[in-house]
């Protein structure tokens, strides 16, 4: 059972719905994190993981048109100064996002394992099934990261790489205004990669990939390299970039559509086939 699957479990027990965000009272909750073993690359910092766990919470809250108000943290670490270290990192991605940091949890382990709750309001629910004739949008930033992540090596000699690196160290979340409330049927980041995203929400619909959403440079970059566009695009991963299902009149500057959403059982179509990548899960 991968981690998709484990998760939906989880929600079918509990009675809730899967999403980004969880709503109650008019508030929105998140919580995200990662262990070092798993997340923490040998270009990465402590204080790197304590700022990717600070924009993973973020970017969910944000794609759902949610104003974070504050986080908090737990922080397992084997020794003092990695969890100092780890803290720093989350106290400056919360200055950089200007959201109160308001402490938490301290514990020791093996590892470093770091956790972050989001905590916000909002006016609107949105959740991850698009409406048919809706189309999917983004900011056509995508491959960034899915470069370093396939050619970290490289990083001396390729800027595009070594822009994508930055993008793992640091994300900033700095995204175009989106689109009106009114013209969203469905969001969500792309914390896990695009493949990802479109394979969730294609759940009663069809999804039909029309044009990678990625620049020229990344593109260019990936075959110089050696790689499929396509693989560092559609299953990177971290790129915490929004994807929004709207209404074909909302596409916003900044945003790009890439995608359509038709009637159908939950395909998604790329280049006439079945869309081959998943994106990235746990468990599998």
């Known amino acids: 059972m991968d981690e998709k699957s484990l998760l939906r479990t989880f929600l079918r027990e509990l009675g809730e719905e899967e999403n980004d965000v969880s709503y109650i009272d008019g508030l929105a909750l998140k919580v995200d994190g990662f262990a070092e073993s798993y997340a923490k ?4 910092t402590y204080a790197d993981m304590g700022w990717r766990a600070v924009a993973a919470a973020l970017s969910d809250m944000k794609v759902k048109l949610a104003h974070t108000k504050a986080v908090l943290s737990s922080i397992t670490a084997p020794e003092p100064h990695k969890a100092l270290e780890v803290f720093r990192g989350i106290l ?7 959201v109160r940091y308001l402490g938490g949890d301290l514990n020791q382990g093996v590892e470093v394992v770091v956790d972050i709750m989001a905590v916000g309001t909002t006016a609107v629910k949105i959740g991850r099934r698009p409406r048919a004739g809706h189309v999917l949008i983004t900011p056509p930033l995508f491959g960034y990261t899915g470069l370093a992540f396939a050619a970290f090596e490289h990083d001396g000699e390729s800027p595009i790489v070594a822009k994508g690196i930055r993008w793992l160290k640091r994300p900033s979340l700095d995204w175009p205004p989106p689109p009106p409330p009114e013209c969203i049927s469905a969001s969500m980041d792309s914390s896990d990669g695009l493949a990802d995203v479109l394979l969730t929400m294609a759940k009663g619909v069809d999804i039909v990939v029309e044009r990678l959403p990625a620049p020229q440079e990344v593109i260019s970059e990936a075959l110089r390299l050696g790689f499929e566009p396509e693989e560092v695009v559609f299953n990177a991963g971290e790129e915490y970039l929004p994807v929004f299902a709207v209404d074909p009149r909302c596409v916003p500057e900044g945003y ?6 038709v009637e159908g059982s939950g395909s998604v179509i790329y ?3 079945p869309l081959k990548y998943r994106g990235w899960s746990y468990f599998r």
């Not at 690359?41 to 990465?44: E, L, N, T, V």
């Not at 400056?92 to 200007?98: D, M, N, Y």
């Open 41 to 44: 690359m040998p270009f990465h």
């Open 92 to 98: 400056e991605a919360a200055t950089h996002f200007g």
């Open 256 to 261: 790009v559509a890439f995608a359509r959403v």
């Open 271 to 273: 280049k006439g086939k």
